[in-house]
């Protein structure tokens, strides 16, 4: 004969009243102490969201972000300032690629590759107007047309555009005519947007041949290269990053980073230490234009 479990109950529940009683006691001290449970959950929760979290910032640094952050979502919103007239210096094309410039001098160049870029490029603009200092920007074509108010933004604050290929080939793939289309689309969309044509061009990847130099030339361009770098466009870590455009700094030279092209984040964070240690060296940061003027003014340009 099979047997239920619920047949046999507990004597508690059989019958009276005082059991009935004891039970519905019961069940109401447990919601009591649940209800108890659950405010006490969300006064800590609420309360650990008072104070949230912030990342340490680096403590050699001098620089302090903006309090309100600039990113994709949101445009630059800097009130425009007349651009300085030492990233307007004329100055005529050299027949060959520079790869710093006076060597007497204590100044130095820092340059940035593939922007614009809508999450990056701003925050680094950011950085050098707190810090009163102009770069160069080496923008590539197809995205001065796709961001132009950033590239605008780029030129009002004083720093120089130079022109970096329309597409970022390795122009020594192309024939005469494609470096040429490469060139002129790329300083033509620079010049709609900033009102000046450049004057500079970096070959993308730093890859260059004789046609590659002439046909620059032709257009009024003057190569540039660089001497100083630490490769942060594989993203070794900010240290790594510090480290290697500190060890190589040297009157004259030409720093290479990145404002676009990928993760740059860690480029970012690189750059105000990176202006703080070259300023205690006592640099003074130019612009490529400006680092041509003073190169030619003292015939000690680089071969």
Not at 14 to 29: C, E, K, M, S, Y
Not at 163 to 174: F, Q
């Amino acid at each position: 004969m099979h047997t239920s479990k619920y047949s046999i109950q507990p004597p508690e529940y059989r019958t009276g009243t005082a059991g009935i009683n004891r039970g519905v006691l019961v069940v109401l001290l447990c919601g009591l102490l649940c209800m108890i449970g659950a405010v006490t959950l969300v006064a800590n929760a609420a309360s650990s969201n008072l104070v949230p979290a912030r990342p340490p910032q680096p403590a050699t640094s001098n620089y302090v972000p903006p309090s309100t952050p600039t990113n994709a979502s949101s445009p630059v919103s800097q009130t425009p300032t007349a651009p300085d007239q030492t990233s307007q210096i004329a100055v005529k094309p050299f027949n060959y690629p520079v790869f710093y410039g006076n060597t007497h001098l204590p100044e130095i160049a820092l340059t940035f590759d593939d922007g614009p870029n809508p999450v990056y490029t701003p925050q680094i603009l950011a950085i050098l107007r707190a810090y009163h200092i102009q770069a160069t920007f080496f923008d590539v074509g197809y995205l001065v047309k796709d961001f132009p108010d950033i590239v605008r933004q780029e030129f009002l604050q004083g720093n120089s555009i130079g022109n970096h290929s329309w597409s970022h080939p390795d122009l020594t793939k192309l024939s005469a005519q494609g470096i040429v289309s490469q060139l002129v689309n790329t300083s033509n969309a620079i010049q709609s947007v900033t009102g000046t044509r450049p004057t500079i061009f970096r070959p993308p990847y730093g890859s260059f041949n004789r046609v590659v130099i002439a046909q620059a030339f032709q257009q009024n361009l003057t190569t540039i290269l660089w001497n100083d770098e630490s490769h942060d466009w594989t993203t070794p870590g900010v240290t790594v990053i510090v480290h290697g455009i500190l060890t190589l700094a040297r009157n004259g030279g030409i720093i290479l980073l990145h404002d676009g092209g990928g993760f740059r984040a860690q480029t970012v964070a690189a750059l105000p230490l990176i202006i703080d240690a070259l300023q205690q060296r006592g640099f003074t940061f130019v612009t490529i234009p400006q680092l041509l003027h003073d190169t030619a003014a003292s015939g000690k340009s680089s071969p």
